[in-house]
């Protein structure tokens, strides 16, 4: 058992570098880039070793998207809006923080779009990975709806509580969906997508 | 002359069969699973043919792009929507009409919706494709735009017409987007995500 631990220990290690080096060729150059060798070389070990902890591309994809919504999303991306925030608790200002923080402004925002619509679009054709993106979607609404039912809650708006806020919740999550992806495109600014969501968090729970 | 127009026809005839079978490929495997070699066995093609009329996978996948735009996207989802429509022309039953064709409802339209997300994807990280899929990101703007603006005009709603009328053609289009992509997922149903539609163009436009 004491020599087992460290070893354990060792393996979730490997597996997380080698996944690491896969989410940097996602991030940049797409899923489509990744391979077994582009992998190893990115994660600079043998292509043996990637074959050690991952017999197959899915399986090391499923495992780098449960590590990616781990880390980046779930630690990372509620500690930046919390930043954010900095104290405030109000829940208009909580949405502006959510908004503010999904909208790409720099390089490793870009990243993590970049890896998030590579993801979806995979999941699209493998419902592994359809499966394990499912609860991040599921989340990201419900924390819009606790917020949103908040707001209802203080009577700064119609439509913050019960099905109706719900609801709200998804259409203004699948709006910054949809939002991000154009402004990581490059088809909208992101200062102008920011405004069109303030506008619309203007008419749903008020100023 | 004479014998040249018959080749030039069997060239752009050969080239869109070609991507014809990468888009088959793309709509149901990803273009991760898009080779030289998935390519020419899906077209029933040598590889020497697929590289005689396409120099490198970004060229056929550029090529492929501007295909299923014109086609599929273009002259398919507008004629599919004015079937939808039957002759009315009320802007509220137009952007019905238009939220309803969009969401996926059966193997074709779920077969567009995951090749305009593997696109999408692949325009994060290729910035030819990116500055090929603006003009139709920016083609759905102008249409909601239009038709606002008409809802404005006949006094159905608030934020019809003008700098607001260009926001909300943006929001409707980002939430379309959004929306589209978590039906495809089967993270929402495509009449619950339509139930939403509706209600945020009562929100916006009135009934």
Do not use: C
């Not at 980046?72 to 900095?86: C, K, P």
């Not at 088809?187 to 069109?196: G, K, P, T």
Request: glycine share 8%; proline share 2%; net charge negative.
């Amino acid at each position: 058992m004491i020599k087992a631990m460290p070893r354990q220990v060792d393996h979730d290690e490997r597996r997380r570098h080698i996944v690491e080096a896969l989410l940097r060729i996602a991030g940049t150059r797409g899923l489509d880039a990744v391979s077994l060798r582009e992998v190893a070389q990115q994660a600079e070990v043998s292509m043996g070793a990637v074959q050690h902890y991952f017999a197959t591309k899915d399986e090391m994809l499923a495992y780098a998207l449960k590590h990616w919504l781990d880390l980046s999303i779930h630690a990372g991306f509620t500690a930046r809006v919390a930043a954010r925030l900095s104290g405030r608790t109000g829940p208009r200002d909580v949405l502006s923080a959510l908004a503010a923080e999904y909208l790409p402004y720099d390089d490793p925002s870009r990243f993590d779009a970049r890896v998030a619509l590579a993801f979806l679009a995979r999941a699209a054709v493998d419902e592994a990975l359809a499966a394990a993106l499912v609860p991040a979607f599921a989340g990201f609404v419900a924390t819009l709806r606790a917020v949103l039912a908040g707001a209802g809650a203080a009577g700064s708006g119609a439509a913050g509580s019960g099905a109706a806020g719900s609801g709200e919740a998804q259409r203004l999550a699948s709006m910054l969906d949809g939002l991000r992806q154009v402004v990581l495109l490059g088809v909208l600014d992101r200062d102008e997508a920011l405004a069109l969501v303030e506008d619309h968090l203007n008419l749903i729970v008020g100023h």
